[in-house]
T-cell receptor, first 105, second 113 residues
Framework: KNEVEQSPQNLTAQEGEFITINCSYS?????LHWLQQHPGGGIVSLFM???GKKKHGRLIATINIQEKHSSLHITASHPRDSAVYIC???????FGTGTRLTIIP | NAGVTQTPKFRVLKTGQSMTLLCAQD?????MYWYRQDPGMGLRLIHY???????AKGEVPDGYNVSRLKKQNFLLGLESAAPSQTSVYFC????????????FGPGTRLLVL
């Protein structure tokens, strides 16, 4: 069983919809990362969080340490949000396999 | 600032050939990392470095060697390439620790025939 599980694997939504991507993990962690991989392959770090919630623009990340679960939310989704979203945990960065998000205009 | 750069962008090797991938960062970061990304597998850490002259193994180090002779450069070597090493390789760096924000290079696509 993978230490990091993401759901859903694929998500297609209409522009403007509220998006939620989930990450569950089975190991103890110090913090969790959310990354965005663009269609061209480039990877950008979105958030690093160890508790509570962080917000950057239309992106919100939450984490519940007791439940070993994190969510990434996108409000007012836009086609430019189409990408693979990856969570990573553990000291040596164990990555989930990603959620491929497609926003249709 | 260029951030994190990787050389080459794409390479084709024959089984048994050797090559070195170069990662360079101009942010004066202490930590540097090499990952591979394979379909359905997610990113996996190969080796990392916590400072000039130091290296450590990650999750999948076999078949790779690394060196960090200068703070700004992190080299990944394949001594005898195998088809199983066909992958996309990403380098990253962070300022102080494994849990700091990582900055990724654009990736190197390697095909081993």
């Amino acid at each position: 069983k993978n230490e990091v599980e993401q759901s859903p694997q694929n998500l297609t939504a209409q522009e403007g919809e509220f998006i939620t991507i989930n990450c569950s993990y089975s190991v103890g962690i110090s913090a969790l990362h959310w990354l965005q991989q663009h269609p061209g392959g480039g990877i950008v770090s979105l958030f690093m969080l160890s508790s509570g919630k962080k917000k950057h623009g239309r992106l919100i990340a939450t984490i519940n340490i007791q439940e070993k679960h994190s969510s990434l939310h996108i409000t007012a989704s836009h086609p430019r949000d189409s990408a693979v979203y990856i969570c990573a945990v553990n000291e040596k960065l164990t990555f989930g396999t990603g959620t491929r998000l497609t926003i249709i205009p | 600032n260029a951030g994190v750069t990787q050389t080459p962008k794409f390479r084709v090797l024959k089984t048994g050939q050797s090559m070195t991938l170069l990662c360079a960062q101009d942010m004066n970061h202490e930590y540097m990392y090499w990952y591979r990304q394979d379909p359905g597998m997610g990113l996996r850490l190969i080796h990392y470095s916590v400072g000039e002259g130091t290296t450590a193994k990650g999750e999948v180090p076999d078949g790779y060697n690394v060196s960090r002779l200068k703070k700004q450069n992190f080299l990944l070597g394949l001594e005898s390439a195998a088809p199983s090493q066909t992958s996309v390789y990403f380098c990253a760096s962070s300022s102080r620790g494994l849990w700091e924000t990582q900055y990724f290079g654009p990736g190197t696509r390697l095909l081993v025939l």
